[in-house]
């Protein structure tokens, strides 16, 4: 089972959580990416976050993010999988993307989450633009 989306609304856990349910897997994980206001670069400059906003390109991004998920399912072994991600602003403390795996076992979850999310910032055509506390924009690369 296999379910993504794309949102212009907060994502709640609690929405999502049943999609995933399956009677015959006995480890279910999440990872939810939150804003969150102190950013530093590679340099170790700190910067404040107002605010993030994404933009994407929508059909492909679907279409990117069911590949990523039909791959993890054959590569990981998982039954389920559940991949929503925000559009629009995001403010501090809400989700950007919530990540869900189902599995037999524990381990084929804990090495999913990390994997999708590393494939999902580099290959889904999904952009963040940070606003900072003193008005600047930009553009992050994933």
């Not at 994407?56 to 039954?79: I, K, N, T, V």
């Not at 989450?113 to 999904?126: A, E, F, G, H, Y």
């Amino acid at each position: 089972m296999i379910k993504i989306a794309l949102v212009d609304e907060p994502i709640a856990l609690e929405k999502w959580e049943p999609k995933l349910f399956d009677v015959d897997t006995g480890a279910h994980g999440w990872f939810t990416g939150v804003t969150r206001r102190v950013t530093k670069d590679a340099s170790g400059e700190i910067f404040v976050t107002r605010t993030l906003h994404y933009e994407a390109h929508r059909s492909m991004a679907l279409a990117e993010l069911r590949r990523l998920a039909d791959q993890a399912c054959q590569q990981h072994a998982l039954r389920g999988v559940v991949i929503v991600h925000r559009l629009g602003e995001v403010p501090l403390g809400e989700a950007s993307v919530l990540v869900g795996c189902g599995a037999a076992h524990r381990t084929n979850v804990f090495t999913a989450l990390p994997w999708i999310m590393d494939r999902l910032k580099q290959d889904v055509p999904i952009w963040k633009r940070e606003t900072y506390e003193d008005d600047r924009t930009e553009w992050i690369h994933r």
